[in-house]
């Protein structure tokens, strides 16, 4: 998921997990079995730019997110005031 989101690929290494080459759209180039040891060797081209996520990164969420909650307390205030 990180590389969707920076557009960069990533090269993922563990010592007891699953270790990983991960493209820049996100599909697996190679990975390694689990617990064992080995070497994973691939080819990694640099790229440039950047995307809408590096961008804004998590701002519309929490500006949504804020937006809902703010809808909702004064939908309760509304209904309180009401009466019902």
């Keep these: 998921m990180r590389s969707l989101e ?3 690929p990533m090269l993922r ?3 007891d ?8 759209d996100g599909r697996l180039l190679g990975t390694l079995p689990q617990f064992e040891p080995g070497v994973l060797a691939g080819l990694v081209e640099p790229r440039t730019g950047l995307t809408p996520y590096v961008r804004v990164g998590n ?3 929490v500006l949504i997110s804020l937006l809902s909650v703010a809808l909702g307390f004064a939908r309760g205030a509304r209904r309180r005031a009401d009466g019902r």
Aim: hydrophobic share 45%; charged share 5%; proline share 6%.
């Design 59 to 61: 701002l519309p969420v």
């Design 6 to 8: 920076t557009g960069r």
């Design 13 to 15: 290494a563990t010592n």
């Design 17 to 24: 997990g699953v270790t990983a080459l991960i493209a820049y």
